[in-house]
């Protein structure tokens, strides 16, 4: 019932920036808590940060606090991730999921089909 695309990931150089894009097929987008996840290979899924449905909460995992920003923009069915200061460690396909409260756990109901992000040294 709701459709999730990922976008703007790619190749960036340690210590710059980017900004992934979740955008979001429903009208009742303004309904839903979005999560970010990233999973690198042959590891499990890790929390990367969530906003509520009105934006007015919104939570970090501690290896981002300060580095990554989680915004929304309702009108535009659109929630977006800024990253900076990004590391090596931060290569990972990054992925996108809508539920009904802003947790830090997995539990949400729709997912995106996730986007690369790769740090070079």
């Known amino acids: 019932q709701v459709q999730l695309a990922e976008s703007g990931g790619g190749l960036v150089q340690a210590g710059g920036s980017l900004r992934l894009s979740c955008a979001a097929s429903?009208?009742?987008?303004?309904?839903?808590?979005i999560g970010w996840f990233r999973r690198a290979p042959g590891k499990e899924r890790e929390f990367v940060a969530t906003?509520?449905?009105?934006?007015?909460?919104?939570y970090y995992a501690d290896s981002m606090k300060g580095r990554f920003t989680i915004d929304r923009d309702n009108a535009k069915n659109t929630v977006y991730l800024q990253m900076s200061s990004l590391k090596p460690e931060d290569t990972d396909v990054y992925y996108c999921?809508?539920?009904?409260?802003?947790?830090?756990?997995?539990?949400?109901?729709?997912w995106g089909q996730g986007t690369q992000v790769t740090g070079s040294s």
């Open positions: 999921a809508a539920g009904p409260s802003a947790v830090v756990s997995d539990d949400y109901d729709y």
């Open positions: 429903t009208r009742t987008f303004g309904n839903y808590a």
């Open positions: 906003i509520s449905w009105n934006g007015g909460i919104t």
